[in-house]
Structure formats: structure tokens, C-alpha cells
Nanobody, 127 residues
Framework: QVQLVESGGGLVQAGGSLRLSCAAS????????MGWFRQAPGKEREFVTA????????VYADSVKDRFTISRDNAKNTVYLQMNSLKPEDTAVYYC????????????????????WGQGTQVTVSS
């Protein structure tokens, strides 16, 4: 399995921006789709966005579409999440995850399709 470490979380006012990073080690992630999920207190972990192994296809949850952008740099073995126009309801712990299968044709959007997870980074948006 790959080891994933998220960074970049913090406290921001509504309307602000944050950029999360997910650094991978242990193996290359260039053959794997990567995703971001989030979990707010008392709620289940939910899908935010994912990018396929080549970076040519992305999928977003409706709640973050047009505000968040996922990208990847396979040379750096790193995935990013640019979050703009943040809202208080975006407050959660954000997790990076690696697909369980390489070269998957469908960009994975469910927790069960990922088998490697980071420890999470807290994002708090104040109103």
C-alpha cells in the first residue's frame, strides 16, 4: 500500500481559499486514481472529488462543483485540492485516498473503491 500525508488545512473565513496537498510515498500513484473525501462531526465520510490516473478525467460532488479543483503531479507523486469560495458547511476533516485498482476505467467515487487513506487534515470555515 501507499502512504499518504495530507497538509494545508486550517482555519479560514467564509469566501476564502485553501489548497490541500497529498504527498504519496511507498509506491508511485501514477497508475491509480486519487480521491478526496471529507467527514464532518457526526456524519459519514463523503465523496468530494476524484481524478483518474492520467489526470484527464475528474469528478466532483455537486456541493463543491465550480468551487473546488483537483489536480495531480505524477512526477511529484502528489495530489492537490484547491478550494475556493469556502462555506461554513465545508468544515470537515479532509482525507486523501488512493484507488485500490490501477488503470481503473471508471473514476472511483465511493469509499469502498479506495484502499489507502491519509490521516486527514482539518478544514474549518468560519462565518
Amino acid at each position: 500500500q501507499v502512504q499518504l500525508v495530507e497538509s494545508g488545512g486550517g482555519l479560514v473565513q467564509a469566501g476564502g481559499s485553501l489548497r490541500l496537498s497529498c504527498a504519496a510515498s511507498g509506491r508511485t500513484i501514477s497508475n491509480y486514481a486519487m480521491g478526496w473525501f471529507r467527514q464532518a462531526p457526526g456524519k459519514e465520510r463523503e465523496f468530494v472529488t476524484a481524478i483518474n490516473y492520467s489526470g484527464g478525467r475528474t469528478v466532483y460532488a455537486d456541493s463543491v462543483k465550480d468551487r473546488f479543483t483537483i489536480s495531480r503531479d505524477n512526477a511529484k507523486n502528489t495530489v492537490y485540492l484547491q478550494m475556493n469560495s469556502l462555506k461554513p458547511e465545508d468544515t470537515a476533516v479532509y482525507y486523501c485516498a488512493a484507488d485500490a485498482q490501477p488503470w481503473r476505467r471508471v473514476t472511483p467515487t465511493t469509499v469502498q473503491m479506495y484502499d489507502s487513506w491519509g490521516q486527514g487534515t482539518q478544514v474549518t470555515v468560519s462565518s
